[in-house]
């Protein structure tokens, strides 16, 4: 199999109703972890790279972990640039072998943003590639931009076929209560989404795929693990989980994960270390991270995404 684009894949959990996850990777044991549990639960997949995960690892040892990946994975696999800052990341990606990108336009005007994404997709489609956007704007951090509670803002309805339509993109990121990081809501605060606006999106653009970031359910337990092991992450709290099942039942079809890998990854670390105080070989604790990376992707292609044998 060789990579693909998303246009395809996204098209069948549409009509399927399920969703396809979308986890960051950034090195080896998260790529292989990640695409062991698609392997074994037969799932497609779709791996994508930020901005800051290029500059850690490059794009050349990146490209060449999910070619590796894709060598040994029999399902349909899709490699993205996650939140896609401007035209020339997307191009040199869409020029290094990425099969889809996002350009994430959100925080600025309308008419930029449409701008800035029709000039990304008429680079793109020639090339088999395809484009996610976004409209609206989320809380948390992404990078190292800080989006405050103040400055996020969830999609208008009214503006989302004037987007689509004029710009030809092909899938849609919307905002509507989900948010980047590990604190997405405050202490006593009841997590909440905006099923409405995803609903009246739903209506008005038939059949079209939307896409939720921010979406990691902040497992309680590698919270407690990574607090139990002398990290210090009081009141991490993510999305319900149960809400993420009824999305990736609707319009959602793409739902991206991060925080949740991180955090699977910190906590096994922390425990490991404190249980085998006297182990150096980074193999056994980057074995056992890798084993909580998949156990993370197996619940949630389980649990969340319900896209379990849907390769
Ligand atoms: O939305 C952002 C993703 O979690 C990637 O985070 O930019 O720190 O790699 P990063
Ligand atoms: P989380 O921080 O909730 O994992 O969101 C990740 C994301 O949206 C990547 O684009
Ligand atoms: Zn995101």
Redesign the pocket.
């Known amino acids: 199999m060789s990579l693909i684009n998303t246009k395809e894949m996204l098209e069948k959990a549409y009509e399927g109703k399920y969703a396809v996850g979308a986890f ?1 990777v ?1 090195n080896m044991e998260i790529v292989q972890g990640i695409t062991k549990a698609c392997k074994d639960l037969n799932s497609p997949v779709i791996l994508q790279v ?4 290029r500059k ?1 690892a490059s794009h050349t040892y990146l490209m060449k972990l999910v070619e590796a990946a894709v060598e040994e994975t029999p399902v349909p696999i899709a490699l993205h640039l ?2 896609g800052d401007s035209f020339e990341l997307c191009k040199s990606c869409i020029d290094g072998g990425f099969t889809s990108v996002m350009i994430d336009g959100s925080s600025l005007d309308y008419e930029d943003n449409v701008e800035l994404t029709k000039k990304v997709v008429d680079y793109a489609h020639p090339r088999n590639v395809t484009v996610e956007a976004e409209l609206g704007r989320l809380a ?4 190292e931009v800080h989006v405050t509670e103040d400055s996020a803002s969830y999609t208008d309805p009214g503006q989302v076929e004037d987007f689509v339509t004029r710009t030809g993109v092909d899938s849609l990121a919307i905002a509507i209560g989900t948010s ?2 590990a604190y997405k809501f405050k202490p006593g605060q009841k997590p909440q989404l905006r099923f409405d606006i995803l609903q009246e999106v739903e209506a008005r653009l038939p059949k079209f795929p939307i896409v939720l ?2 979406a990691s359910s902040v497992v309680p337990k590698f919270v407690e693990m990574i607090n139990e092991n002398g990290g210090k992450m009081p009141d991490a709290v993510g999305i319900p989980e149960e809400m993420l099942k009824k999305a990736s039942q609707m319009a959602v079809c793409k739902i ?1 994960i ?2 949740d890998l991180r955090l699977a990854m910190t906590g096994t670390i922390r425990a490991y270390l404190n249980e085998n105080p006297s182990h150096f070989d980074p193999r056994q604790y980057l074995k056992a991270a890798r084993e909580a990376i998949y156990e993370v992707v197996a619940h949630k292609i389980k649990n969340v995404l319900g896209s379990a044998g849907k390769a």
């Open positions: 960051n950034n930020s901005a800051g995960a850690y996650d939140h948390g951090i992404e990078d980047h990081g970031h921010g991206n991060d925080s």
